[in-house]
């Protein structure tokens, strides 16, 4: 089990519930929208927001913003210029995202690592395979997993060096063997929180399958305190993915898994526009449920039993079950409106 970080009001490490994260894509010293943007990322379901801190001015602006989103936990992604990461945590940061190397010289490294550990506000490692040292290219040819893991290990110890432990790492590459596998060894070797993630994942589609596959693999192996899914897309569709990663994985209870069965020669109903309108009906509903949508009369309600609710749908008649059992028989067109209907109905009971 990982060891437990603090980020504001969000506990990660320990078994605590693996957070989700994103990160703005406005300009951090446009406090309006930079304010905006994280309060629909919060809404989403987001529990921490990372802000790229490129200068003096986006440092500055941490103060006014966190003022606007004290509830948020706030990430400030540091390259190169230590000054900015102090300047950040003077202004109210709650967490610093750096690579210790790259901020200068370790007089440099050590005032980051002391102002951090002062005011109890922990740093990311964040290891990207397209940005390794020249010297691990040189020995490992390309960016391996072991060369991402060795710079991660170096970094850490950079910081430990100066008594700082309140450490999260990832090691993130846009290629999912590379970044699973670098997971992999990275929980062999510490126990530090990881934050997992596919980088520069794609568009929604692309991105959404390569995280699913290298976020969900690494959860379902247990490791993982934290993730986010890199999507070029607006920021707020990341969360909705995440979460259903959460879901399926098991990791949360909240929202409602869909089941529907491809279409065969046998389906007579419009299956596909009816599962994506229970899709679409119940997207944003937080019902700790499981949802069927089943072509076939004859089999359906058997081979969706484990399922909550469901339809299953015929040429001459539709039904509506619980648990594999028929409820209820309606037409199909008003399937969806009795589906509703029948759960909204349970829920209010509980």
Known sequence: MS?????????????NP????????????????????????ASAGCHIVRMAVKDKYDAEAVKAIKNEVSAVPLVADIHFDYRLALAAMENGIDKIRINPGNIGDEGKVKLVADEA???????????????????????????????????????????????????????????????????????E????????????AGTMERGSIKSAMGIGGLLLRGIGDTIRVSLTENPVEE???????????????EGVDIVSCPTCGRTEIDLIGLAKQVE?????????????????????PGEAREADYGIAGGKQVTVLFKKGQIIKKVAESEALEELKKMIEEDMHKK
């Not at 990160?23 to 309060?39: E, G, L, P, S, W």
């Not at 070797?189 to 520069?200: F, I, K, M, R």
Request: hydrophobic share 40%.
């Open 117 to 187: 550990k002062r005011r109890s506000i922990p740093i990311r490692i964040g290891i990207n395979s397209g940005s390794l040292e020249k010297h691990l290219l040189m020995k490992y040819g390309h960016p391996t997993p072991e060369a991402m893991v060795a710079s991660a290990m170096f970094h850490v110890r950079l910081l430990e060096k100066y008594g700082f432990e309140d450490i999260v790492i990832s090691l993130k590459s846009s290629n999912v063997k590379t970044m699973y596998d670098a997971y992999v060894k990275m929980s």
């Open 3 to 15: 060891r437990i970080v603090k980020i504001g009001n969000v506990v990660i490490g320990g078994g």
């Open 239 to 253: 969360i909705g993915v995440a979460k259903t990663i959460l879901k399926v994985s098991g990791y949360i209870d």
């Open 189 to 200: 070797n510490t126990d530090y929180p990881l934050h997992l993630g596919v980088t520069e």
């Open 18 to 41: 693996i957070a989700i994260q994103s990160m703005t894509n406005t300009d951090t010293k446009d406090v309006d929208a930079t304010v905006k943007q994280i309060k629909e990322l």
């Open 280 to 300: 679409k009906e119940f997207k944003d509903k937080n019902y700790n449920i499981d949802i069927a949508v089943m072509g076939c009369v004859v089999n359906g």
